[in-house]
């Protein structure tokens, strides 16, 4: 199926005029949309996404605007269909007439997996900002903020037991209905008996004991199951099938084999040299490898996290009669990763992504997660501001009320720390990067002086050498130490006050598009779906904006109602 692109279509006379007559009073929001911006998707947008031959397909541009307004009511592949066949308001936005038929609701999980295929993931959310940019409803050099949320990923919570199970039971399903034939001859009625039901509906053993005896039969009927996947006999396509790969890589993961003078031996991996890999990397779910467990603020969850930015706009361009803000708040980037990805890695991506959509802010609030000092040169290399409380250092001196770093004074030109409280002077000087790629400074004090030091107890805990300091370069040192000193006073407490609003914009999306929980498998795939749902918040946010219509639902109690002035 091609794409041959078509100019977006006017509405037709007859559904313009029954839309107007349905919806004189109360008014939709796809029609104010469609009279608002007109279009903003264009078909040759999408054209890495479609091949240039073949016949014709539907308007990929018409197939984008149905999935955000999808996304505005929340609706699924089905119910979305049905609206564009039988309701009057989208056939106005959509400029059909109105006996258009309409499509088949496999339609938009179709259109997806072409975005997804051809890399145009991003045109859903980044031709609207493009086309709010050339309205002069946001651009760059403003303030921004950004923040984090978890997702929960499309998938059953497992314990190891029953993960074990589960990726066997999956393979077996899939190669059960992949090559039947060839797979009645590698198992017997038995493996029926156990893998006939899902893992985690069946009661397991409460022993520990049988338990253990368990764990190592899944592991080697999954040993079993993949030697013979791969073995030369198997079709060839067989190990291919997404879950017999799942298979593979949680086995990896969960198991090795040990060959002794009693054989070989099937051992689940537990510590020590034989250890499970660590939570950024381990596989939850046969049936999503890229979902992930992390915590955060004692919250944990198996899924991925979701970054969204939104432009905070100047209270000087308000409206004094109206009261209508200068300009809407609009979410300018949205990223998704594993759940596991700390913050702070995320900080040079999200100002990477606002500058390519030309919407770079001069002022960016943030919380501690995405803040260190390297994102703070970083950020003012670009000419942006990164407002946020930095984490307070957790040496030991710090701990115990010592001497910190803090405490001491640094000569970047003679390379020596210098003026200890104490008085003392550094004797080395010595820079290093560790295996990270982080550049340190390592300073060290005479051991003599500091050992006949009457304040040693205050500074190290060292028993032979003196104390040691380990410093960042001097760009980053004075960075960090201005920014801990401004942190603190009442002007970066106004200015940082405004991040907590972007609490808001986490609950706005989760009560209107349902992002605290993914609607689909992989992680590309919520990608997209959180792109849509952040492209449809724009879209209910400009409506709001041109209606004068608040954002917040407040609500009151027949309670609060009550006038009680009086009566006191």
């Known amino acids: 199926m091609s794409m041959q692109p078509r100019p977006w279509p006017e509405v037709p006379a007859v559904t313009a005029q029954v839309a107007k007559a349905a919806f004189a009073k109360q008014g939709s929001l796809p029609i104010r949309v469609r009279d608002e911006l007109g279009s903003w998707y264009e078909d040759g947008d999408f054209a890495a996404a479609y091949p240039v031959r073949g016949r014709p397909g539907l308007s990929p541009a018409q197939l984008a605007v149905v999935t955000v307004l999808q996304f505005t009511e929340n609706l699924t592949d089905r119910q979305a269909a049905d ?52 309205l002069g409803l946001v651009g760059a050099g403003g303030r921004q903020r950004t923040d984090s949320t978890h997702v929960l990923g499309r998938v059953r919570d497992l314990n190891r037991l029953e993960l074990a199970g589960e990726s066997v039971r999956a393979a077996l399903e899939a190669l059960a209905a992949a090559a039947p034939d060839w797979l009645a001859t590698v198992i017997d009625a038995s493996w029926q008996q156990v893998y006939g039901q899902r893992i985690d509906g069946m009661r397991l053993p409460g022993s520990k004991s049988a338990r253990e005896q ?32 799942a298979l593979r890589l949680i086995w990896i993961q969960q198991y090795y084999r040990d060959i002794g ?28 490898t890229d979902v992930r467990y992390a915590e955060k603020h004692g919250l944990g969850w198996a899924g991925c996290k979701l970054y969204l930015s939104e432009s905070l706009a100047d209270p000087a361009g308000d409206d004094p009669q109206t009261g209508r803000a200068g300009q809407p708040q609009v979410i300018t980037n949205v990223d998704t990763t594993r759940a596991a990805v700390a913050d702070v890695a995320m900080t040079t991506p999200v ?123 001097r760009d980053i040192h ?91």
């Not at 051992?267 to 046969?286: D, K, N, Q, T, Y």
């Open 83 to 134: 609206a564009v066949r039988g309701r009057v308001d989208w056939k106005y936005c959509l400029g059909l007439e109105l006996a258009d038929p309409g499509f088949e609701f496999t339609v938009l999980s179709g259109f997806r997996d072409r975005l997804l295929a051809g890399g145009a993931e991003r045109v859903i959310f980044d031709a609207l900002l493009a086309r709010l940019r050339e």
């Open 261 to 288: 003078p009693d054989g070989e031996k099937v051992i689940r991996r537990e510590g020590g040299e034989h250890g499970l890999p660590p939570g950024r990397a381990r596989i939850v779910s046969p049936y999503d």
């Open 351 to 473: 100002h990477d992504q606002m500058q390519a959509n030309a919407v770079t802010p001069g002022e960016h609030a943030v919380d501690s997660g995405f803040m260190s000092g390297d994102e703070l040169i970083a950020a003012r290399l670009r000419g942006i501001t990164l407002l946020g409380p930095l984490r307070p250092s957790r040496s030991a001196q710090i701990r115990a009320g010592g001497y910190a770093l803090a405490s001491f004074t640094v000569d970047w030109d003679r390379e020596q720390a210098g003026a200890c409280p104490q008085g003392a002077v550094s004797s080395s000087w010595t820079p290093f990067t560790r295996g990270d790629g982080v550049q340190l400074i390592n300073v060290q004090f005479p051991a003599r002086v500091c050992q006949a030091c009457p304040a040693r107890g205050q500074c190290t805990t060292a028993v032979r050498a003196g104390r040691q300091l380990t410093l960042r370069p």
């Open 478 to 568: 004075e960075a960090v130490t201005a920014a801990r000193a401004a942190q603190d006073t009442p002007g970066f407490k106004d200015r940082y006050r405004a991040r907590a609003g972007v609490e808001g914009t986490i609950a706005q999306a989760t009560h209107v598009t349902g992002i605290r929980r993914a609607r689909y498998i992989g992680l590309d795939k919520t990608r997209l779906e959180h792109l849509a749902a952040a492209t449809a918040i724009n879209i209910l946010r400009l409506d709001a904006w041109h209606t004068g219509r608040p954002l917040d639902r407040t609500r009151t109690t027949h309670l609060q109602r009550l006038d009680l002035t009086t009566a006191a």
């Open 214 to 245: 368990l764990a190592v039969q899944y592991g080697r009927d999954g040993y079993r199951l993949l030697e013979q996947a791969y073995a030369p006999g198997a079709p060839a396509w067989a190990r291919d099938l997404a879950a017999v790969r």
